[in-house]
């Protein structure tokens, strides 16, 4: 299982928690050449497309941006995981989202405060690094850039992490040993 694999299954009960029943209709932003959730959500009963301009190619995804597509809609959930961090206008792409939405539809972000992930949190994590495999993850490349660049932290996850489970990693946050930097948001649109 490739690290980005990992990621998905990792955080698909977050995901799956909020998303109105199946076989309601959901657009993911952002779901990345492995198609991100569209064949969970698909195996799961829900109408699925995902927006990503390295999406795999099918009639479930869109190869663009989401904010320069044929936006599905309305629908009555968006998905976007680790992808508005990417985009040129955030303001922009949250108004089409809201657009794009159905009254009291949900969406549900999962995002980085990659501020948040300073030098203590970085080595707690590096030092739960497994060897790397034949696909080392983002950990493993954040890591080997650091120690080569010889310098301070100041410039330069839990699924990539050897061992260690996200009730280990909450321990450590909640003994305020490293900061928690992932967002996880779910709410519904206004029904006015």
Request: glycine fraction near 8%; hydrophobic fraction near 40%; include cysteine.
């Amino acid at each position: 299982m490739t690290p980005d694999e990992r990621w998905l299954a990792a955080v698909w009960p977050f995901v799956r928690g909020w998303l109105p029943p199946a076989p309601a209709t959901v657009m993911e932003i952002g779901c990345g050449p492995l198609g991100g959730f569209v064949p969970r959500l698909e195996e799961a009963g829900y109408e699925a497309t995902g927006i990503d301009p390295e999406a795999p190619q099918g009639t479930s995804y869109r190869q663009a941006e989401f904010e320069h597509s044929d936006i599905p809609g309305p629908v009555d959930a968006i998905v976007a995981c680790t992808s508005l961090h990417h985009v040129a206008d955030l303001a922009e792409v949250l108004d089409l989202m809201h657009d794009a939405l159905v009254p009291d539809g949900t969406i549900v972000v999962v995002e980085w405060a990659r501020e948040r992930f300073d030098e203590i949190t970085a080595r707690w994590c590096f030092g739960r690094l497994p060897e790397p495999g034949h696909d080392p993850g983002w950990l493993h490349h954040r890591h080997a850039e650091w120690q080569e660049s010889g310098q301070s932290w100041d410039a330069y996850l839990f699924p990539d992490l050897a061992g260690t489970s996200e009730a280990d990693e909450q321990a450590a946050i909640d003994g305020e040993l490293i900061k928690a930097n992932r967002i996880d948001y779910a709410g519904r649109r206004s029904l006015h």
